[in-house]
């Protein structure tokens, strides 16, 4: 099966081209010296296993967490090994800000629920290369306890923020921002449920996008 459209030409280990093309069956001239051509099934069973191969010194050793992944390695699904752990996989963000961020929280397109219990946040989940909760490493932000629709810890006098402001989160009085929130396509929405940053659009717009991560100084 040739796969609709042009997707690549890549120069494997040297010395062989790779082309997946709808329209015709050939070797572009490349860079590459032999002209060793794979198509189809063929093709994409290739750019699989050459790409386990790219960055190989990726993946050596036991990095404690993202901060210590090489610096040119690419953003990407990588094991690390806190203290006291045997290891698991996190997303590394290698590009912003200096790169070595840990992420913990994704947000794209709704298709993760997010209106979770306790066990849910706190062994995490989703995918890490789209939308994901790592899981509960954080149990306070700023002083704050984290809380979901069955488990309180929130400072309101009356009732659980999470049942009025769905999802978990670092309550106080509730919130000012709740990036868990419900995902709505539309915005502006006209209750306070969803994804959203007070400060900046308002409780009433729930945002599309949002990316958590956490470095070691």
Same mark, same amino acid.
């Given at each position: 099966?040739?796969? #609709?459209?042009?997707?690549?030409?890549?120069?494997? =280990?040297?010395?062989?081209? /790779? $082309? *997946?093309?709808?329209?015709? $069956?050939?070797?572009?001239?490349?860079?590459?010296?032999?002209? +060793?051509?794979?198509?189809?099934?063929?093709?994409?069973?290739?750019? +699989?296993?050459?790409?386990?191969?790219?960055?190989?010194?990726?993946?050596?050793?036991?990095?404690?967490?993202?901060?210590?992944?090489?610096?040119?390695?690419?953003?990407?699904?990588?094991?690390?090994?806190?203290?006291?752990?045997?290891? =698991?996989?996190?997303?590394?963000?290698?590009?912003?800000?200096?790169?070595?961020? *840990?992420? =913990? $929280?994704?947000?794209?397109?709704?298709?993760?629920? !997010?209106?979770?219990?306790?066990?849910?946040?706190?062994?995490?989940?989703?995918?890490?290369?789209?939308?994901?909760?790592?899981?509960?490493?954080?149990?306070?932000?700023?002083?704050?306890?984290?809380?979901?629709?069955? $488990?309180?810890?929130?400072?309101?006098?009356?009732?659980?923020?999470?049942?009025? !402001?769905?999802?978990?989160?670092?309550?106080?009085?509730?919130? *000012?921002?709740?990036?868990?929130? +419900?995902?709505?396509?539309?915005?502006?929405?006209?209750?306070?449920?969803?994804?959203?940053?007070? *400060?900046?659009?308002?409780?009433?717009?729930? /945002?599309?996008? #949002? +990316?958590?991560?956490?470095?070691? /100084?």
């Amino acid at each position: 099966m040739i796969i #609709s459209a042009l997707i690549t030409i890549v120069c494997l =280990f040297g010395n062989a081209k /790779l $082309q *997946t093309n709808s329209s015709r $069956q050939h070797c572009v001239p490349s860079r590459c010296h032999t002209g +060793v051509c794979f198509y189809g099934k063929a093709a994409e069973r290739i750019l +699989v296993l050459a790409k386990s191969d790219w960055y190989p010194e990726c993946h050596k050793g036991q990095p404690h967490d993202c901060n210590d992944i090489p610096d040119w390695c690419p953003n990407g699904v990588y094991k690390v090994y806190p203290r006291y752990t045997t290891g =698991f996989k996190v997303y590394c963000e290698m590009k912003i800000d200096g790169g070595h961020w *840990t992420v =913990f $929280q994704r947000r794209e397109n709704g298709y993760v629920d !997010f209106l979770r219990g306790w066990n849910d946040y706190k062994h995490g989940f989703g995918y890490l290369k789209h939308e994901f909760w790592l899981g509960n490493s954080l149990e306070h932000h700023n002083g704050y306890s984290f809380s979901t629709r069955d $488990q309180d810890n929130d400072n309101a006098p009356n009732g659980n923020c999470s049942t009025w !402001f769905p999802g978990g989160w670092w309550y106080n009085r509730c919130v *000012t921002a709740n990036l868990n929130g +419900v995902y709505f396509i539309r915005t502006p929405v006209l209750e306070h449920r969803g994804v959203y940053w007070r *400060t900046w659009k308002g409780i009433n717009y729930s /945002l599309k996008n #949002s +990316v958590m991560m956490l470095r070691r /100084l």
